[in-house]
């Protein structure tokens, strides 16, 4: 069977805007780990623009594929092959990570697998790792556009342990795993970029 090249329209939409914010904050040449690659899409435009960065994608096994076909036809060699990952793993193929990203994420997880994924991190986030989380979120218990409102209904008819996540809920999590905010950026399509980093 061919499978067909993955193709995301809101990547296309959001990678410049993301790469603004990204290229301050992953400025040292390092390896960043992306959790929830999709379509790989993210990773080929970060790599390429970059070159002083290592991109790890990952993703769930149903996904790895099509990433493929990207990493493929980007013919990067700071950008690596993809490796599986579920957040809710017990074991991550990974010993430390000194640098995260995750885009789009959030709100397709429920709420328990995203204290999971901050469980997760406090084991393998390095001592001053430095983290970007991508999306939409609600802030004092309220949607901050009547677009992300329809959205976080679509997500939950979709399936009902989805949804966007509350700020304040996710800065709760990420305290608990030694996480401190840096920067709040507001993106475009009532988006924001958090910028966090592990207290060393």
């Known amino acids: 069977m061919t499978i067909q090249k993955p193709f995301s329209q809101a990547c296309e939409n959001n990678k410049e805007a993301i790469l603004q914010v990204i290229k301050t904050v992953f400025s040292q040449p390092t390896t960043v780990w992306e959790i929830g ?5 993210h990773a080929c435009h970060f ?13 769930r096994p149903e996904n790895l594929a099509g990433i493929n076909l990207w990493i493929e036809d980007a013919r990067l060699s700071n ?4 490796l599986r990952l579920d957040v809710t793993d017990s074991q991550w193929p990974v010993e430390r990570i000194a640098a ?29 790792a430095t983290v970007c989380i991508y999306g939409p979120f609600n802030y ?6 009547e677009s992300n409102a329809s959205f976080d209904l679509w997500l939950k008819e979709r399936d009902p342990q989805s949804g966007i996540k509350h700020f304040e809920d996710i800065m709760g999590l990420a305290a608990n795993s030694g996480l401190e905010l840096q920067a709040d ?15 060393a």
């Open 100 to 128: 995260l990203f995750t885009a789009n994420t959030l709100h397709i997880m429920s709420g328990d697998e995203v204290r999971l994924l901050f469980e997760r991190l406090s084991i393998y986030l390095a001592a001053d």
């Open 140 to 145: 004092s218990g309220a949607y901050t556009s």
């Open 185 to 199: 950026h507001a993106m475009p399509a009532n988006n924001r970029l958090l910028v966090l980093q592990r207290r």
């Open 79 to 82: 950008l690596l092959l993809p």
């Open 47 to 59: 790599a390429e623009s970059l070159p002083h960065l290592e991109w790890q994608p990952t993703d």
């Open 37 to 41: 690659s999709g379509t790989g899409q």
